[in-house]
C-alpha cells in the first residue's frame, strides 16, 4: 500500500516546534509597534518618513547584498526588516531621509553582509548603524525635535542632554516635579529617538517576547538591574526611575542587547553581558563625553561576547566541577 | 507524593498520544509469514538452531544466544521456516532473518496462560535462568539483554530499581496501555526484579500525563502483598523525562557521572515492557514472542495499541489499520523524537519496536536549515547540559577534538536541541556524526 | 637568445607585480600606519606617495648595488641607516620645495625610515638581486603604493569633505560624511577595496577561493 509513496528517511528527531527565526523576527517586529506608533503620535509624521526610509533601504540593501555575492534571497525571514525598525527607533525624528538610507544601507552591508550574513555578525547592525551615523553626522544625530519648551523660549534636548549639560536644576525647571517628570518619562512626552522616549510602551514589548520565549530574563534582567543600582549610588532614589525610563535603555535591554547573534549562547553568560552593559551605560552617561551610552555599551559588550562565552561554558551533566 | 525536583533543560513537543483514543490492548492476529532477525539485541547476533523446511511452534527456540551479551530468540508462530537469509532490518538496514511461514494453526509450544504460583519462591539464580531463556532484552528500546542487566557485579550492589513508565516520546501509549491493562502483573514482576537484585526500593516512575495509571497503581499496590519498598511516584510532563539519566536525576537527585552507568551509582532501571516481560517469563514460562506497540500518526486511519508477534511486517499492521489518503512522508519505528526513519515497509517488528509512526507532511518537519542566529535555545533545551550549537558546528568544520573537548560524547542523542531550533538546522545530525568519527578514530587508534 | 626573452619577461614581471599581484597595501598589507593616516587628503596622500617612491627607488638601488659589502648579522641596521639618509633627504627636499604639505605631514614623513614595505623590500628583494631588477621591483611597489594611497584618499576626501583636492564636488547644502576621514572611515574604505582586489585576483585565478 505504500509502495508508491516516497518515504523520507533522515536522522531523527522527526518532529519540531512551529517557532522559526523568520516567526521570531517577525514576532519582534510586531512588539516594536507601540513604541514606534508612540513615537510617530508624538514627533510627527518625519518620523514616520525616517522608519520608513530606513526599513526600505535595509531590505533594499539585503536584497542587492544576496544578489551580488549569490546567496539564497533572504528577504522575506525578516530579519533585514527588523534592522531597518530598530535602526529607525533609535535615530532622530528629525533626521534628513538620505542619511537614514545611508544608516541602513550601513547596517546591513558593513555590519551584516560583509561579515557573511544573517547569524554570522558581530555588532548588532542596527546598533552600529546608529554608531555610523553618529560619526558621520554628529550635529544632525544630536538635534532633537523638543516637546518642552523653557519658560522663556529656549527648547530643551532630551532629558538626559538637560541632567549632563545644564544640571539637575533645569531639568526640574521645565518638568516642575519629579512626579511630571517620571509620568512623561513613562509615557515618551520628551525628547528623544522615535522609538526610545515611551518606556511604557516598549515595557509592553519586552514582556510580548518575554512571554513569546524569543528572549529569556537573562539580559534584560541584569542589565536594568546594574543600571537600577549604579544609578541609586549615584543619583539617590530620584536617579532609579529617571535613568531608567530615559534614554535608550528600555529599548537596548528588551530589543537590542538581547540580539541573539550578537550576545552569548549561554545563560551565565548573557547575565555577564547584561551587568557588562550595565556598567558601560551608566559609566558614559555619568563620566562619558555623551549623554547617552546605551549605543556604545550594547556594541562594547558585543566584542567581548566570544570571550565571555569562552568562561561561561555550561555544567555538563554527571560531571564534576 | 511527587517528585520534587526535575532535570535543568527539557522541552514540550505536542503529546498526540490522544490519537489512539482509548487504551486497550488489542491482540493482533498472527501474521502469515514472520520475518525474524538474528540480531535484535545489543552484543553479537544469536545462532539459529533450525533450518529450512523445520516445522516450529509458537515459542519454539530458533536461535540460541551466543557469548554472554546476547540474546535467545523465538519463533512468533507455528509453521515452517521457509528460508534463512537477509532480509530488511528496521535498526540495521538489513541483516540476516529466519523466515517462517504460517501453518494458520497458531500452535503454542506448551500452555502460556496459567500462572506458576510456586514461581515465587524461586531462587534469584533460577529465575536469572528464566529470563535469560526467554530472550528478553530492554524494551524501552536499548534492547541490552535482561539478564546481564539483572546481575551487577558484586562491588556495585543496586540500591533503587527504578520501573520506567514515564513514556514521555510524543505519539507513543503502548507502554500506558500495558500499565492500564496488566498493572497487576507488572507489580508482581517489580516485585520479583526487586527480589533479584536485592534492593532497598522500588520506585515506579510515571508521568503526570498518565493520571488514571498512577491511581490503578496505587490502589494495587495496597491489594498486594510483599510491597514493602514500592512507591509509585508521578513525575513532571517533560520530554525526556524517560530518558534513563534524568528519570535517575529526578527520583533520587544525584548524577549518573559522565561516562558511567546508573550501577555506578546503585541504581537500576527497567522499562514498563521489559517489566511485564520479565513477569511472563518467570509465572507464565513464555518466552518473549510478542509485544504491545503503538500504531499511530496521522497517516493512519485507525491508530491503536496492539500486542503483536515479533517479525511481523510493518506493511501488514499499517494495511490493517488503513491509511489515509493525506501525503504520507515519513514512516518511523519508535518515536518521532528517537525514532528511526525507514526506507521501506517491509521491515519487520523486532524486540526494540516500541511503535510504528506514519507521519503525513503536515506533522514531520521539513528542515530548511538557515545559519545558526546563537539564539541559545539549544543551550536550554539540552537536558545534558551541553552547548550543542557549538559541538555541532566545531563538527562541522572537522574539529572532532575540540567537540569532544565540551562534551560530545556525553550527549544522548534525545533530539531536543533539533527540535528547538528556530533556524532549522541539523544539530543532531552533526552530533552524531561526530561521535561516530570519533569512535571510528578512537578504533583506529587502538 | 632564449634566456634573453625569458629574462625580458621577467623584467616586466618585476615591474608590474606590484601593481595588482603583490600590491604592498591591498595584498601583503604592509605600510598601514602611513595609509591611515595620511589618506584623508589628496594632496597628503600625493606628498606622502613621491616621499616614499624617493625613498623606496633610492633605497633599493643602493642596498643592491651594496649587498655584497653588508655582512649578514647586521643588515638590518645597516639598511636602517641607508633608508633614513634618504629619508632625511626627502624630507628636507620637502620642506624646501612643499612647506605646507610638510607642515601637515612631518611626522610620517619621518617614519618612513620604519616604514615595513622599504624595509621589507630591502630584506627581501634588493639584498638578493641585481641593481635593475631591483630598480624595476621599487618602481612598481612605489606606483602600487601611491596608486594606492591615491584610491584612498579620493574617496575618502569626496566622501568626507566634498572636495577633491580641494575643488568642491559636491554641493555644500548636502553635508559630507565625517565619519569616512576619521580613522574608522579609512579602515571602511581599505577593507572595501582589499575585497575589491580580492575578487579581481580571484577572477584572473592567481588566488584559489
Known amino acids: 500500500m505504500l509502495k508508491d509513496k516516497h518515504l523520507t528517511v533522515t536522522v531523527s528527531p522527526h518532529i519540531k516546534t512551529a517557532l522559526t527565526t523568520e516567526k521570531m523576527m517577525w514576532i519582534v517586529s510586531c512588539a516594536l509597534v507601540p513604541a514606534a506608533g508612540a513615537g510617530i503620535y508624538f514627533f510627527g509624521f518625519h518620523a514616520a518618513l525616517v522608519i520608513t526610509v530606513c526599513v526600505v533601504s535595509s531590505l533594499l540593501t539585503e536584497f542587492l547584498c544576496t544578489l551580488l555575492m549569490k546567496k539564497p534571497a533572504t528577504i522575506k525571514d525578516g530579519s533585514a526588516f527588523l534592522t531597518g525598525l530598530l535602526l529607525a527607533l533609535c535615530l532622530p525624528p528629525e533626521l534628513p531621509l538620505w542619511m537614514c538610507a545611508l544608516g541602513g544601507f550601513f547596517s546591513i552591508a558593513v555590519t551584516k553582509f560583509a561579515f557573511g550574513g544573517l547569524g554570522y555578525n558581530i555588532f548588532n547592525p542596527a546598533l552600529a548603524g546608529r554608531a555610523f551615523l553618529m560619526g558621520a553626522f554628529a550635529k544632525e544625530m544630536t538635534t532633537w525635535k523638543t516637546l518642552q519648551v523653557f519658560p522663556d523660549g529656549i527648547t530643551a534636548a532630551t532629558p538626559l542632554n538637560l541632567l549632563k549639560e545644564q544640571g539637575y536644576d533645569s531639568l526640574m525647571k521645565v518638568f516642575d516635579s519629579h512626579s511630571h517628570l517620571f509620568r512623561e518619562l513613562f509615557i515618551g512626552r520628551v525628547g528623544g529617538s522615535i522609538g526610545e522616549t515611551s518606556a511604557g510602551l516598549l515595557i509592553i514589548g519586552g514582556l510580548i517576547l518575554l512571554f513569546a520565549r524569543i528572549i529569556t530574563w537573562h539580559i534584560p534582567v541584569s542589565y536594568i538591574f546594574t543600571v537600577m543600582v549604579i544609578s541609586y549610588f549615584t543619583g539617590g532614589v530620584f536617579g532609579i526611575p529617571f535613568h531608567l525610563f530615559s534614554g535608550g535603555l528600555v529599548l537596548g535591554a528588551f530589543f537590542m542587547a538581547t540580539d541573539p547573534v550578537t550576545s552569548p549562547i549561554t545563560p551565565k553568560g548573557q547575565i555577564i553581558f547584561g551587568i557588562g552593559c550595565g556598567i558601560l551605560t551608566m559609566l558614559i552617561r555619568i563620566r562619558g563625553g555623551y549623554p547617552e551610552g546605551v549605543c556604545y555599551a550594547i556594541l562594547l559588550m558585543n566584542s567581548v561576547t566570544p570571550l565571555i562565552e569562552r568562561y561561561s561554558k555550561t555544567k555538563i551533566f554527571g560531571v564534576k566541577r | ?446 | ?209
Open chain 2, 1 to 446: 507524593m511527587k517528585a520534587k525536583i526535575t532535570f535543568k533543560g527539557g522541552i514540550h513537543p505536542p503529546e498526540n498520544k490522544d490519537l489512539c483514543g482509548e487504551l486497550s490492548i488489542k491482540d493482533f492476529p498472527p501474521p502469515g509469514i514472520a520475518v525474524l532477525p538474528l540480531q535484535q539485541s545489543l552484543g553479537s547476533p544469536s545462532e539459529p538452531v533450525v533450518k529450512k523446511g523445520d516445522k516450529v511452534k509458537k515459542g519454539t527456540l530458533i536461535a540460541r544466544s551466543k557469548g554472554y551479551i546476547s540474546a535467545n530468540l523465538h519463533s512468533s508462530i507455528s509453521g515452517e521456516v521457509i528460508d534463512i537469509k537477509k532480509a530488511p532490518h528496521p535498526l540495521l538496514g538489513e541483516a540476516n532473518a529466519v523466515i517462517i511461514k504460517s501453518d494458520n494453526r497458531d500452535e503454542p509450544e506448551k500452555d502460556y496462560s496459567t500462572e506458576d504460583v510456586s514461581a515465587a519462591g524461586l531462587s534469584s539464580g533460577e529465575i536469572l535462568g528464566l529470563i535469560q531463556n526467554a530472550g528478553i532484552v530492554g524494551l524501552g528500546g536499548a534492547t541490552f539483554p535482561a539478564h546481564v542487566k539483572l546481575n551487577p557485579p558484586p562491588d556495585k550492589p543496586v540500591k533503587t530499581l527504578i520501573i520506567n513508565g514515564a513514556e514521555c516520546e510524543p505519539y507513543l501509549a503502548s507502554d500506558h496501555s500495558l500499565m492500564l491493562n496488566n498493572a497487576e502483573q507488572i507489580l508482581k514482576g517489580a516485585v520479583m526484579i526487586k527480589k533479584i537484585l536485592n534492593a532497598e526500593k522500588c520506585l515506579i516512575a510515571i508521568e503526570e500525563n498518565k493520571k488514571d495509571a498512577v491511581s490503578l497503581f496505587r490502589q494495587k499496590l495496597n491489594s498486594l502483598k510483599d510491597i514493602a519498598g514500592l512507591e509509585v511516584l508521578p513525575l513532571n510532563v517533560k520530554y525526556p523525562q524517560g530518558a534513563e539519566k534524568q528519570l535517575i536525576y529526578t527520583l533520587t537527585g544525584k548524577e549518573v557521572p559522565s561516562g558511567g552507568l546508573p550501577m555506578d551509582i546503585s541504581v537500576l532501571v527497567h522499562n514498563i515492557g521489559t517489566v511485564f516481560a520479565i513477569y511472563e517469563a518467570v509465572f507464565l514460562k513464555k518466552p518473549l514472542f510478542e509485544r504491545v506497540i503503538t500504531v499511530s500518526g496521522k497517516g493512519i486511519k485507525n491508530p491503536a495499541n496492539w500486542r503483536v508477534r515479533i517479525g511481523t511486517p510493518f506493511k501488514t499492521l499499517i494495511n490493517h489499520s488503513g491509511v489515509t489518503d493525506r501525503t504520507i512522508k515519513k514512516l518511523i519505528m519508535g518515536g518521532p523524537m528517537m525514532g528511526l526513519a525507514q526506507y521501506t515497509d517491509e521491515v519487520p517488528v523486532v524486540k526494540a519496536t516500541s511503535g510504528i509512526l506514519l507521519l503525513t507532511s503536515e506533522e514531520a518537519a521539513a528542515f530548511e536549515h538557515l545559519p545558526c542566529i546563537r539564539c541559545g535555545k539549544c543551550v536550554t533545551a539540552c537536558p545534558m547540559g551541553l552547548m550543542p550549537a557549538e559541538i555541532s558546528k566545531m563538527v562541522e568544520k572537522g574539529r572532532i577534538d575540540m567537540a569532544k573537548s565540551i562534551g560530545l560524547m556525553d550527549c544522548m542523542e534525545c533530539g531536543s536541541c533539533n527540535y528547538i531550533c528556530p533556524s532549522g538546522t541539523n544539530l543532531l545530525q552533526y552530533i552524531k556524526l561526530g561521535k561516530y568519527e570519533y569512535m571510528r578514530s578512537k578504533n583506529a587508534k587502538r
Open chain 3, 1 to 209: 637568445m632564449e634566456r634573453e626573452e625569458k629574462s625580458n619577461t621577467g623584467y616586466l614581471k618585476e615591474l608590474t607585480k606590484g601593481f595588482i599581484r603583490e600590491n604592498p597595501i591591498f595584498v601583503l598589507c604592509l605600510g598601514l600606519c602611513p595609509t591611515l593616516a595620511v589618506s584623508n587628503l589628496v594632496e597628503n596622500a600625493f606628498g606622502m606617495g613621491i616621499a616614499f617612491f624617493f625613498v623606496l627607488l633610492c633605497s633599493n638601488i643602493t642596498i643592491s648595488l651594496v649587498q655584497k659589502l653588508i655582512p649578514d648579522e647586521v643588515r638590518i641596521p645597516c639598511f636602517i641607516v641607508i633608508i633614513a639618509s634618504f629619508v632625511t633627504v626627502a624630507s628636507l627636499l620637502m620642506q624646501w620645495f612643499i612647506p605646507d604639505v610638510y607642515a601637515r605631514m612631518s611626522l610620517y614623513i619621518n617614519l618612513i625610515v620604519v616604514n615595513c614595505i622599504i624595509l621589507g623590500r630591502a630584506e627581501a628583494f634588493a639584498s638578493k638581486n641585481n641593481v635593475f631588477r631591483s630598480m624595476l621591483d621599487a618602481i612598481g611597489m612605489g606606483i602600487g603604493f601611491t596608486a594606492g594611497l591615491f584610491i584612498i584618499s579620493a574617496i575618502r576626501e569626496v566622501t568626507g569633505f566634498g572636495t577633491f583636492l580641494g575643488f568642491r564636488l559636491i554641493p555644500e547644502n548636502i553635508k559630507p560624511i565625517t565619519i569616512m576621514i576619521l580613522a574608522p572611515g579609512a579602515f571602511f574604505t581599505i577593507g572595501f577595496l582589499m575585497a575589491l582586489f580580492n575578487l579581481i585576483r580571484i577572477k584572473k585565478g592567481k588566488v584559489s577561493k
